[in-house]
């Protein structure tokens, strides 16, 4: 069963879907008259918070060019854990349509991916109007639309939780010793994978049929009545939306076949 080929970027959507979030968080500066003077769009990058650290850290010399512009925004993803309180039955299918064929999916197994989300700032005020924007959307989830996978359409809502926040403020040292103002925010995306996706051995439901009893006695009932429902075209695929045909069989004491009413709905 291992090495069949399939990736559907699940992961790789999670992870882009968690940047998106804080993509467009913006930053004021006011004068004392209340007057707005500069807006500063926050930046956000993927990587670890270490190397934005150290690129600070290592620019001594202030009269250099600039090292890295503050306000900044830094995610990466942290962990990858299984879920056991999601599990659902691991032979369990469902059908899908590709628009042309009809798919056999395995139910998805749950797994939760850790993110980081590392802000760092040269004014606390800075620090405090980005977080305020951050934290009242999670309580303690925010769910997000994630497409999964697009070529059956599969898309579920992805909770992202927040579990914690932390802060750091390197203030200690002389003059020349850039300070470091850091707060951290531990996510957790509950997300699912999906295994390879087979065609459907099971075929398309083409006829559908109901027969009517004259009684709840199944041993001496009569059938009086059969209404039997097909799709228009009988090769109609799975999202064709051509209509059905439906007719009515009535059956006497003999049950011999009256004529055949029809009609298209």
């Not at 004392?32 to 926050?42: L, N, P, R, Y």
Request: proline content about 5%.
């Amino acid at each position: 069963m291992l090495g069949t080929y399939f990736y559907h970027e699940i992961i790789r959507k999670t992870i882009v879907a968690f940047g998106t979030l804080f993509n467009n968080i913006y930053i004021r500066h006011e004068n004392s008259s209340g007057e707005v003077v500069d807006e500063t769009k926050v930046g956000i990058a993927y990587g670890p918070m270490q190397k934005f650290l150290a690129k600070i850290q290592q620019q001594a010399q202030l009269n250099k060019p600039i090292a890295i512009t503050m306000p900044r925004m830094s995610f990466e993803m942290t962990s990858i854990q299984y879920d056991s309180t999601r599990k659902a039955g691991v032979t369990q299918t469902f059908k899908a349509s590709d628009g042309t064929n009809l798919k056999k999916v395995f139910m998805p197994v749950p797994y939760n991916i850790g993110f980081q989300l590392s802000i760092f700032c040269k004014l606390n005020d800075d620090a405090l109007q980005i977080i305020e924007q951050i934290l009242p959307y999670f309580q303690p989830s925010f769910n997000l639309t994630i497409d999964l996978i697009s070529s059956i359409g599969e898309k579920k809502d992805i909770p992202i939780v927040l579990d914690n926040i932390s802060f750091q403020d390197d203030y200690e040292g002389d003059f020349t010793t850039r300070r470091a103002l850091i707060y951290t925010l531990n996510f957790t995306a509950k997300t699912y994978l999906f295994g390879p996706i087979a065609e459907s051995t099971d075929g398309l439901i083409r006829k559908v049929q109901v027969d009517y009893y004259n009684s709840t006695d199944v041993a001496t009932a009569k059938r009086e009545m059969r209404y039997t429902v097909t799709p228009d075209p009988i090769d109609a695929g799975p999202d064709d939306d051509f209509g059905f045909s439906e007719s009515w069989e009535t059956f006497g004491d003999s049950k011999s076949y009256s004529p055949t009413q029809q009609r298209d709905i």
